[in-house]
């Protein structure tokens, strides 16, 4: 196997998205438009999107990273709009999408239409939460796209197995088709359930930092394969169990989680950058064998199809932002009264990725057992990849000045920092009475100046957030906060340097070296962790 094509993939997609944090440009638009690019340059091999590696080896992880970062109370004040959007839309969008698509193409097959609704139904919301991030909108926008984005891709592949079946002659009724929905959801999510205290119960118990983020790197596989062992949906496991590791992460050891932090911040980078760049570098192997419909028949269709998958995200999401209201006093009550502005966002930020182009390349050859060949199997491949391209740009390119043109109120960051400030005295707080307590025991008597020292890391604390509110110098333009991290540093990188210099005069030996430039590490990451 030739491992070089994989490490210049994963090499070049790491820089140019590194590269495009300089530019106004949102990462995975940027790797989409250099894959396209890139896809003709002679000499650069076929990347074909393998769906047996996509869906059980990329997808676990990404989703992983996603749900563990995401707040389980958020998502669950957001249970309503999230599972109209990643169950009700996904369906309504697999039939009128499939519906116009058979219209549409002549000869195309309706089952072979559903499938190629299915395909497209599910929403990316990688570069959607990055954009909202970035440009700092509403908390619930952000929640609601990301809730949509964790569950979506279990009913779209649930629908899609379903549509395939009826399309290769397996034979598929609606009874069938929603006895196969609830089979695969209630199973995904009772496989998650079972997993997550176990998987949570080890993670609390192992004692090194090693073993237990060798466990963490294997958790998304675990319950995603063990999913579908029993035809359960594994991207419902993964997002069950992240969810509960995620809420109960305080109670695993410090050590992990600094190490699980670094470690999956790094795997959801390489991955994010390589998925991107590989869409982008479909574009041969899609165009090889479109047949009768090279042309402007294949433009034409594609065209169009771009924008009934547009239509039909808005022709959702503003009657399941507003029907709700009307049809339900209490939820009137218990709920703000939405504005236009954010459905047109979240309408707007239905772009397709990965999970579309990996379910396309997973459809069959052969239909009725390998009596005939899948009907437009090719014309359905590119139809999904324009599909996604087309999203990613259009949509992409212009989220952001939708999102200023609709000028909405940004994050209130010094309402933040109170309630951060305000959390933190009253955990101080509690800590100098425990303190006190454990003091007043003999048994953990301390020398004077050691006990003003740890009341002085205290105060430190406490006062920290306080300062980030302060005045900035007239002469450096820093906050209080600014200048006690710069000087924190600095002071770290002198003792750094003496260390370094007495093992290189051989007056301590590498294996000390380390020893003492580990505790600074953990003294920097400390002081850095308090100011920000």
Do not use: C
């Amino acid at each position: 196997m030739d491992v070089m094509p994989l490490l210049l993939l994963v090499a070049a997609s790491a820089a140019i998205a590194a590269g495009a944090r300089r530019t106004p440009v949102p990462a995975p638009l940027l790797l989409v438009a250099v894959g396209l690019a890139v896809s003709y340059v002679p000499g650069v091999p076929d990347y074909t999107l393998d769906p047996e590696v996509v869906l059980p080896l990329l997808l676990p992880p990404l989703l992983y990273t996603s749900a563990i970062d995401s707040s389980y109370l958020d998502l669950r004040a957001q249970t309503r709009p999230v599972a109209l959007l990643s169950v009700g839309y996904v369906l309504f969008a697999t039939l009128v999408v499939g519906a116009a698509a058979y219209l549409l193409v002549p000869g195309l097959p309706l089952t072979a239409a559903l499938v190629l609704g299915a395909v497209v139904a599910p929403p990316d919301a990688v570069a959607a939460t990055a954009v909202a991030r970035r440009v700092g909108l509403p908390s619930r926008i952000t929640t609601i796209l990301q809730g949509e984005s964790l569950l979506n891709d279990a009913t779209a592949i649930t629908a899609y197995k379903v549509a395939v079946a009826a399309a290769v002659g397996e034979g598929a009724s609606w009874a069938g088709g929603i006895e196969e929905f609830l089979i695969a959801a209630v199973g995904g999510v009772v496989v998650g359930l079972v997993l997550m205290a176990p998987i949570h119960w080890l993670r609390t118990h192992l004692r090194e930092a090693l073993m237990q983020n060798t466990l963490s790197l294997l958790i998304p596989f675990v319950a995603y394969a063990t999913a579908e062992q029993f035809h359960a949906s594994g991207v419902l496991a993964v997002v069950v169990v992240a969810l509960y590791l995620g809420h109960r992460a305080w109670e695993v050891d410090f050590a992990t989680r600094l190490q699980e932090e670094a470690v999956w911040k790094m795997v959801a980078f390489v991955l994010e950058s390589a998925v991107f760049a590989l869409i982008g570098l479909q574009l041969p192997v899609v165009l090889r064998g479109l047949g009768d419909y090279e042309g402007l028949d294949a433009a034409w269709y594609a065209a169009v199809l771009f924008l009934v998958v547009v239509a039909v995200r808005f022709a959702w999401v503003y009657p399941a932002t507003f029907l709700p209201r009307l049809l339900s006093a209490r939820i009137r009550a218990r709920e703000e009264n939405p504005t236009w502005r954010a459905p047109v966002v979240i309408s707007w930020a239905g772009m397709r990725g990965v999970v579309s182009l990996a379910i396309a390349f997973s459809i069959p050859l052969t239909v009725d057992h390998g009596e005939g060949a899948f009907p437009h199997r090719n014309l359905i491949l590119f139809l999904t990849f324009t599909t996604v391209i087309g999203t990613l740009v259009v949509q992409g390119l212009t989220l952001i000045p939708l999102i200023h043109l609709l000028k909405f109120p940004g994050r209130d960051r010094q309402a933040e920092t109170l309630a951060e400030a305000n959390a933190q005295a009253q955990a101080s707080l509690a800590a100098e009475q425990h303190l006190d307590e454990l003091l007043s025991d003999e048994r953990n008597a301390l020398p004077p100046p050691l006990a003003d020292r740890l009341r002085t890391v205290l105060e430190r604390r406490r006062n920290a957030v306080w300062e980030r509110l302060g005045q900035t110098n007239p002469v450096t333009g820093e906050t209080v906060d600014d200048t006690y991290r710069r000087l924190s540093r600095e002071m770290i990188s002198a003792e750094r340097a003496v260390f370094v210099r007495l093992r290189d005069g051989r007056y301590i030996d590498d294996e000390m070296l380390r020893t003492l430039l580990r505790r600074l590490d953990l003294e920097e990451a400390a002081a850095y962790r308090e100011t920000t």
